[in-house]
């Protein structure tokens, strides 16, 4: 498992250097890792971050840029606006609706970055004890995760999440990639009303 760890960290960084992405978001990617998310989080959920991250989503408008053929780069979940990642995540009116919830959730002012960098640059500067933001940007994490879920699923699924199954969602998920294998514990209850 460590070899594995240590290979996936030199891939990204190799990548990151190539690709002159700013480190400090390798820096999270590790910081994931030294706070023992690499058990909890699935390595498919660090890929995709690193992906989110550097723009390498296939979103309809890198899809396009790489020359397939869709024929509507607009937004799948609400049609106003080009699909891109800032529009998905950020400012397509669904993530918006999401983005409050989940401040209101927190009592962190998290709704109004426009993008992944923002939002790291943000954090990054957060004055929190390490428990905090462990737990925040876990839900964070899980909060793009869940919209590129349902998003996926408006386009691809049969059995699409609903809207309103969203935010329970990032709650569950957020939950259980904290503390299902942790020591540290927290009552399902307690986190509903105060996850930080
Ligand atoms: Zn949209």
């Not at 699935?42 to 053929?69: C, E, H, M, Y």
């Amino acid at each position: 498992m460590t070899n594995i760890i240590g290979q996936y960290v030199r891939m990204v960084t190799f990548l990151f250097q190539r690709q002159g992405i700013q480190l400090t978001t390798l820096f999270y990617l590790r910081y994931i890792q030294v706070q023992g998310g690499i058990k909890l989080f699935q390595r498919k959920l660090i890929i995709f971050l690193w992906r989110l991250a550097i723009d390498r989503l296939p979103t309809r408008l890198n899809l396009v840029s790489r020359g397939v053929d869709i024929g509507n780069i607009g937004c799948s979940i609400c049609n106003h606006g080009v699909e891109d990642n800032h529009h998905i995540f950020f400012s397509c009116l669904l993530a918006k609706e999401i983005w409050r919830k989940v401040s209101l959730w927190t009592s962190v002012d998290i709704n109004r970055f426009a993008s992944w960098s923002e939002w790291l640059s943000w954090y990054d500067q957060w004055e929190e004890n390490i428990s905090n933001k462990n737990r925040m940007y876990t839900i964070v994490a899980a909060t793009v995760w869940v919209i590129w879920r349902f998003q996926n699923g408006v386009i691809f699924s049969e059995n699409p999440m609903r809207k309103d199954e969203i935010f329970d969602s990032i709650r569950n998920y957020s939950y259980t990639w904290l503390f299902s294998r942790s020591k540290k514990q927290m009552s399902w209850n307690s986190w509903l009303v105060k996850p930080l």
